[in-house]
C-alpha cells in the first residue's frame, strides 16, 4: 500500500481517511490536528493534563508538548491515583521528567476517597472526582485550562448518547475542542487536543513514539454503554470513512448555532466551587462515602 499522501509505503492505517500513510506523514497527520485544537487557546496560556497513563492522556500530552512552543503554552500534568494502579505512578513520572513539566500527583487517600469495588458505583465515583479535582488543582495553581485525552470516538459516542438520551445540556455548553476558561466561577477552561483523532491514531502514536503507558484497570471497562455503541459507529466509519469526523463537526456546529438558555451556575455551599444546585456533586459524594464507611 502507497502511502495517501507521498510514494512512500504506507504502514499505518488511519480510519478517518479510510488509507494508510507513512510514518513521516502520520506525525504530521495527527499534530496537525492537535494544532486545530491548541490554536484557539490563548497565547501563552497554562493547561493542566490530566493523564491517567492510557494511551490517549499520554499521546495527548505528549504531542501537545510538540506544539506548545508555538503558541507559548505552559504545559503540566496531574494524575489522579487511586493507590490501585503502580504502574500508572510510574508512567506518569517518566512522562512528566522526560517531558521537563510540572507533575502533580493526587491522592485520593488523602481525600478520604475510597474507589468502591461495585464497577457501576466505581465509574460514577471515578468521573465525579476526576473532574472536580482536575478542575480545583487546576484553579489553585493558576492554570487557565484543563486538558483531556477524549478523542474524536469519544466525542462521536457523547453527541450520539446525548442525542438518543435527549439531553441537550452537554452539547450545548461543552461539545467544542476548547471551552473558555470562567474564573468568575473558579471553572478552568477545557482543551480536548485529540479532538480530532481517533482512537486507533491515538495508539499508533504512542506506539510510534515508543512512549510508556500503562492499563488504567477501569473494572467497568467493556462493559458500559460506550461498549455497545461505539463498534457500531466504528461500522459506519468503516463503510463511510470521513462519517465520524463529519457526524462530530455537525454536531459541534449545531450546537453554536442554538441559543441556548443561560447556563446556571453556583458556587457550592460547602467548598466554593462550581455547581448547578446548592451543594456540588463532589461535596455530595463525599458525605455519602463517609457515612457509608461508618
Ligand atoms: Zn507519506
Ligand atoms: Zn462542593
Avoid at 469495588?117 to 465515583?125: E, G, M, Q
Wanted: with cysteine.
Amino acid at each position: 500500500m502507497k502511502c495517501h499522501y507521498c510514494q512512500r509505503e504506507g504502514t499505518i492505517f488511519v480510519e478517518n481517511l479510510g488509507d494508510w500513510v507513512c510514518e513521516e506523514h502520520f506525525e504530521r497527520y495527527f499534530l496537525k490536528r492537535v494544532d486545530r485544537v491548541l490554536r484557539r487557546v490563548g497565547k501563552g496560556s497554562s493547561l493542566l493534563f490530566g493523564v491517567s497513563g492510557g494511551k490517549d492522556s499520554v499521546a495527548a500530552l505528549h504531542a501537545s508538548s510538540l506544539v506548545a512552543p508555538k503558541y507559548r503554552l505552559k504545559l503540566g500534568a496531574a494524575i489522579v491515583y487511586t493507590g490501585l494502579a503502580p504502574d500508572c505512578l510510574e508512567v506518569f513520572k517518566s512522562l512528566t521528567e522526560e517531558l521537563r513539566m510540572e507533575g502533580v500527583v493526587i491522592d485520593l487517600r488523602e481525600w478520604g476517597i475510597k474507589v468502591p469495588p461495585d464497577p457501576r458505583a466505581a465509574c460514577f465515583v471515578c468521573g465525579v472526582v476526576n473532574r472536580y479535582l482536575l478542575n480545583r488543582y487546576a484553579v489553585e495553581r493558576g492554570y487557565d485550562y484543563v486538558a483531556t485525552g477524549h478523542n474524536l470516538d469519544d466525542m462521536a459516542y457523547f453527541g450520539f448518547n446525548n442525542l438518543i438520551t435527549h439531553s441537550l445540556d452537554y452539547l450545548f455548553y461543552q461539545y467544542d475542542s476548547v471551552t473558555k476558561p470562567m474564573p468568575e466561577y473558579k471553572m478552568a477552561g477545557k482543551v480536548k487536543p485529540l479532538f480530532w483523532v481517533s482512537d486507533s491514531d491515538a495508539l499508533n502514536y504512542v506506539k510510534m513514539k515508543g512512549l510508556p503507558t500503562c492499563v488504567t484497570k477501569c473494572p467497568y471497562e467493556g462493559r458500559d454503554k460506550q461498549a455497545e455503541i461505539k463498534p457500531l459507529l466504528n461500522q459506519v466509519r468503516k463503510k463511510w470513512p470521513s462519517s465520524l469526523v463529519n457526524f462530530v463537526s455537525s454536531l459541534r456546529e449545531l450546537a453554536k448555532m442554538a441559543e441556548p438558555p443561560p447556563r446556571k451556575i453556583n458556587l457550592c455551599e460547602k467548598c466554593g466551587y462550581p455547581t448547578s444546585g446548592r451543594v456540588c456533586a463532589f461535596c455530595r459524594l463525599k458525605e455519602r462515602l463517609e457515612r457509608e464507611v461508618v
